[in-house]
């Protein structure tokens, strides 16, 4: 696992960026994390380094899938107000989950989320502003941490 520490918003983006130079197509990242501690500014940074326009980038709360097109597309998933994994499954998850990419806000909550295929992003508050962020790339990519960590601190 590879932790890395953010000073504010704007880096947090960027390190959503950097990572998104490592996702691939049916890529799934599970984004745990209290409340505000900048899941959806992350998300912006991966689509932005996907060729997204960030604004275009909302908390999808209330809608539970949003979908953004770019160099890969984008299943943006926020489960955090859903309890019932029967409720997770009627938003129609299952069904995006290997296609474009998913990036699944509060996916944390529900253990039938779970694979060592998927990328797993923890996201806390450290100091102030700050942010620790954990990063757990799949099984088969476990390599990647180290040159996340590499472009991170270039």
Do not use: C
């Not at 019932?84 to 129609?92: F, I, K, M, P, Q």
């Not at 102030?128 to 799949?138: C, K, L, Q, T």
């Amino acid at each position: 696992m590879l932790t890395l520490y953010t000073k504010d918003e704007e880096q947090t983006k960027k390190l959503g960026q950097t990572i998104s130079n490592f996702l691939v197509d049916g890529d799934v990242v599970l984004i745990a994390g209290d409340l505000g501690a900048g899941k959806t500014i992350f998300v912006k940074g991966v689509a932005k380094g996907l060729g997204i326009n960030e604004n275009e980038v909302s908390s999808p709360s209330y809608t539970y899938i949003n979908k953004y097109s770019g160099l890969i597309n984008i299943n943006h998933v926020d489960l955090y107000l859903l309890n019932d994994y029967d409720d997770v499954y009627h938003t129609g998850i299952e069904e995006v989950l290997g296609k474009d990419l998913s990036l699944i806000e509060w996916g944390n909550k529900f253990e039938q989320l779970f694979s060592d295929e998927f990328w797993n992003i923890r996201i806390d508050y450290y100091k102030e502003s700050r942010r620790e962020i954990r990063i757990r790339a799949p099984k088969s990519k476990r390599e990647n941490e180290k040159r996340i960590e590499y472009l991170w601190h270039k």
